[in-house]
């Protein structure tokens, strides 16, 4: 029998016995409501998604995500509202290598711990497990691409702009870049970085660089790295720019470590208008230094000439293929 229909049937008793005036049915009843009710009480879960991402040694390293809470009644509800997030990292993460060509974690699998710390992930069965979990991913993976559908919105624009390219610039600034081209896309998808730029994670370094799809720019990006002994654990950077302050907070600094003990931290994000005039102003200063800001320090780092004339060159370079920002 359905609880709601135990329930039901409960209540009308109650109301029945209360009529009679039996006292020792009423409370036998509503024992058993108590106890029928507290059966529907949602339980915690921990939902924990495992991935691959890019070493900055070169490969894959393991990674995983922090830990989210399920409330559900059952195991096997709060399984498939786990499997139901896994798909939807995977829907983002294939959807991010179609547009970019990469993704930043790979998603592979995903543990769910129940009150007790068992990983209930290995071993659940249920009726009708297969048919549920395949309706599940295959509505997660009938959506549309939503960031190809901005690219290619954002390729048709800049389009338009074709006519303002300018091929001597372009020629007399691509000596000072590096272009990585993905030879299976379609597209011509091409990453364009400065020479000077750190190689690896674990040096000291801030630049911006673009991606280009058939030649047409876009995804204008600034990244800055931090290699040191300690760490800092920053969230937000302050520049002091030709004596103007600017300040810019990331969405994400990711961390990491090796090197008998040294740590490095980053960030690597796209630029949009409303970051226009700290590029600007860091494109052409004549003296730049930016603050690091941590959990309990912060680390004064000044900006190197090279470094100024690189971002330079990389916007002339966006600018004379077309691109906007």
Sequence with gaps: MEINAICGYIRVTCKLTKKTNNMKKLLLMGTLIITVVSCQQSKNYEYVELGAKESIFGGTERDEKDRVIIRAKTDSIAYLEAFQKFCIS???SKDME???GASATKPTDFKLLDEQGNNIALTINFDKIDSLKMSVRSRIFEMKNSLKESADAYKEKE????EKIDSSKIKELEPYFNTKKDEFDPDGLAWHKPKSAPKYTNRNGIYCYFQSYNGM?????????YHA??????????FSIDGKAF???PMDTETDSGNGGRIWEWFDESMGRSNTELIDALANAKSAKMKLIGRQYYDI?????????DIKRTLDLYKAMGGNY
């Design 90 to 92: 995977e829907k983002v």
């Design 98 to 100: 179609d547009v970019y």
């Design 159 to 162: 389009f338009k702009n074709s």
């Design 217 to 225: 720019p876009s995804n204008l990006r600034l990244r800055l790295q």
């Design 229 to 238: 002994d300690d760490w800092l654990f920053f969230h937000k950077v302050q």
């Design 247 to 249: 300040e810019f907070i």
């Design 301 to 309: 780092k000044t900006i190197t000439p090279t470094q100024i004339k």
